[in-house]
């Protein structure tokens, strides 16, 4: 789990995936490049409550590029690859 602070000072919490959240992203996905934008919406909350997609999408880029990066950094191989090696 990871929390991040957004610009407006609201703290998001990013919870580690399972296997079911990306196969939910998948057929949940209109295009491959939503997947990454549909594993953040499971993945995500905003104070207590899970983001939904129309407030991902007003939210500032900043903050979108933020919580897409720290998804893309949990979900990706290399990195839990490296969590292990830590063990």
Request: charged residues 30%; contains cysteine.
């Amino acid at each position: 789990m990871k929390e991040i602070v957004l610009s407006d000072g609201r703290k998001a919490v990013i919870r580690e995936g399972k296997g079911r959240d990306l196969f939910w992203a998948f057929e949940n996905a209109t295009t491959q490049n939503e997947i990454i934008k549909m594993l953040v919406i499971r993945l995500v909350e905003v104070e207590g409550k899970p983001i939904t997609e129309d407030e991902l999408e007003e939210m500032p880029l900043a903050d979108v590029m933020t919580l897409i990066n720290e998804v893309g950094r949990i979900a990706s191989p290399f990195q839990a690859r490296k969590q292990y090696l830590r063990c």
